[in-house]
């Protein structure tokens, strides 16, 4: 086995791994008693966060590992998950899960973007895609919990 593709497969797995705390929170939300259904809440609104914020760090380190031309588009684009990311935690948590969620559609569209796949072996995006559509229907099932 190669390098290449045992680092492709834990990359897999850490992804896959990567969404218990979304879908775990998630089912949470919905049949924890109420004061566990709160947590849950909270919970998945603070990882979210972080996770739309790890995503920007993607893009940051594609910039600085690889000299090419548009680093300099791609390093600013890769703040703006972050930025999302803070203000929507100090939003009422309906508004802020909303936010999260329109900055993962965000970050996705760039990453499928002629720029923002760029480096990237493809696939990478096609995790990135499993992955953005599960962490989407999470915030919707949420959301749809807190009747949003």
């Known amino acids: 086995m190669s390098v290449f593709t045992s680092d492709r497969n834990v990359a897999w797995g850490l992804g896959l791994a990567g969404l218990i705390p979304f879908i775990g929170a998630g089912a949470l939300a919905w049949w924890a008693s109420p004061a566990w259904q709160v947590t849950a809440v909270y919970g998945f609104s603070y990882y979210s966060a972080v996770i739309l914020s790890f995503l920007g760090g993607v893009h940051w380190g594609s910039a600085l ?61 096609k995790l990135r895609l499993l992955l953005t559509a599960v962490v989407v229907l999470c915030h919707l099932i949420v959301l749809l919990r807190l009747g949003g």
Not at 75 to 97: E, H, N, Q, R, T
């Open 65 to 125: 590992q690889v000299s090419r031309a548009g680093n300099r588009r791609r390093l600013i684009l890769a703040m703006l998950p972050s930025l999302i990311a803070w203000p929507a935690l100090m939003f009422d948590v309906m508004l802020g899960l909303w936010v999260l969620l329109a900055g993962f559609i965000l970050i996705a569209g760039y990453d499928f973007s002629h720029d923002g796949r760029d480096g990237f072996p493809r696939w990478y995006l």
